[in-house]
């Protein structure tokens, strides 16, 4: 158990090492997860059993993925009785087909296209939240959580990338407020400059006030 817990996590490092984004990093968990159900319950795998039959010519990584999309398909969610949606499992096979390349395992996609045809993606308009539903989230928020939301309405941050905000990244001294997304926490490597509203402002004023931060990062107690 401790050597898939330990590729698994090797995996992970690099991919965040690679994006810099703890967003891209808990997706992919996610998915590597969801994998290890799937060997536990259906094939009565680990990820080691898993890759010693696959390196030993006795089981094709491809008919693994080909159940696993099975699997994938007829697992009944919070939101679906039928399976996940066209988008989880393209992601989740993507992810989990990296993840065994990764290990040493040669899957291409021209075979994979061969053997089965993920599902086409479906996009579907989804209304926003409304100002009033904000509003009322902010109002019953601890100042923490409050800051945050306002940051990233008005900036348009995700959440991944605002807690790995340091207080020196934020600039007070110019109007609107500038944040400086640094080099090494972007997929580009690219430094970003973005601005928050005044109302981002003052609520991040008011937090870095009440609480008297000592620390190098805004939200995060430590960085790992």
């Not at 491809?62 to 398909?73: I, Q, R």
């Not at 989990?96 to 395992?105: A, I, V, Y």
């Amino acid at each position: 158990m401790q050597l898939q817990v330990d590729r698994i996590e090797q995996y992970l490092e690099k991919k965040f090492h690679i994006s810099h984004s703890f967003d891209t990093k808990t997706v992919y968990r996610t998915a590597l997860k969801k994998f290890t159900e799937f060997l536990r319950t259906r094939k009565n795998y680990s990820i080691e059993q898993l890759l010693n039959q696959i390196f030993e010519k006795s089981l094709d990584p491809l008919d693994v993925l080909d159940e696993y999309y099975t699997f994938l398909s007829s697992y009944p969610t919070r939101t679906k009785r039928n399976g996940y949606s066209s988008e989880a499992i393209n992601s989740y096979i993507r992810i989990t087909k990296d993840f065994l390349n990764h290990q040493g395992c040669k899957i291409y996609n021209e075979d994979m296209k061969m053997k089965f045809h993920l599902p086409k993606r479906v996009s579907a308009y989804q209304k926003g939240v409304t100002k009033e539903a904000i509003n009322r989230v902010i109002r019953f928020a601890n100042p923490k959580l409050a800051t945050i939301i306002l940051m990233a309405c008005s900036s348009g941050m995700r959440i991944g990338k605002i807690i790995q905000l340091k207080i020196s990244d934020v600039d007070f001294s110019v109007s609107p407020t500038t944040i400086i997304f640094r080099a090494n926490t972007t997929k580009t490597r690219e430094t970003r400059i973005i601005h928050i509203s005044s109302e981002a402002t003052n609520a991040l004023k008011d937090y870095l006030a009440r609480y008297d931060l000592q620390k190098e990062y805004l939200f995060l107690r430590e960085h790992s």
